[in-house]
Nanobody, 126 residues
Framework: QVQLVESGGGLVQAGGSLRLSCAASGRSFSRNAMSWFRQAPGKEREFVAAINWEGSSTLYADSVKGRFTISRDNAKNTLYLQIYSLKPEDTAVYYC???????????????????WGQGTQVTVSS
């Protein structure tokens, strides 16, 4: 069982930066690959970034490459998403999720995740 709580969202101006955090409880966090997804108003939830269980491999959606950095601290049971050069189109609710298989890398398919956080709102003003 893993419980996930996101934080760090807010209202920022275009060009600004944010760091989102996802605090996890449960014994399996360090064994789970993790991902960030986001859902913009009126749109479907989409994959943003993934990181493998030990933090040595990452994957990004094309739309965020070069601006977003996913990382994790297994000692702190925390997942991060550093966002630079924010754009209005980054406005969305951001969710962290735990991949269902252990000791591997996550995939962008939402159905393969068995734990989700409640989300944190990021709003970017132009």
């Amino acid at each position: 069982q893993v419980q996930l709580v996101e934080s760090g969202g807010g209202l920022v101006q275009a060009g600004g930066s944010l760091r989102l955090s996802c605090a996890a409880s449960g014994r399996s966090f360090s064994r789970n690959a993790m991902s960030w997804f986001r859902q913009a108003p009126g749109k479907e939830r989409e994959f943003v970034a993934a990181i493998n269980w030990e933090g040595s491999s990452t994957l990004y959606a094309d739309s965020v490459k070069g601006r977003f950095t996913i990382s994790r601290d297994n000692a702190k049971n925390t997942l991060y998403l550093q966002i630079y050069s924010l754009k209005p189109e980054d406005t969305a609710v951001y969710y962290c999720a735990a991949y269902r298989f252990l000791f591997t890398m996550a995939v962008p398919t939402q159905g393969e995740y068995n734990y989700w956080g409640q989300g944190t709102q990021v709003t970017v003003s132009s």
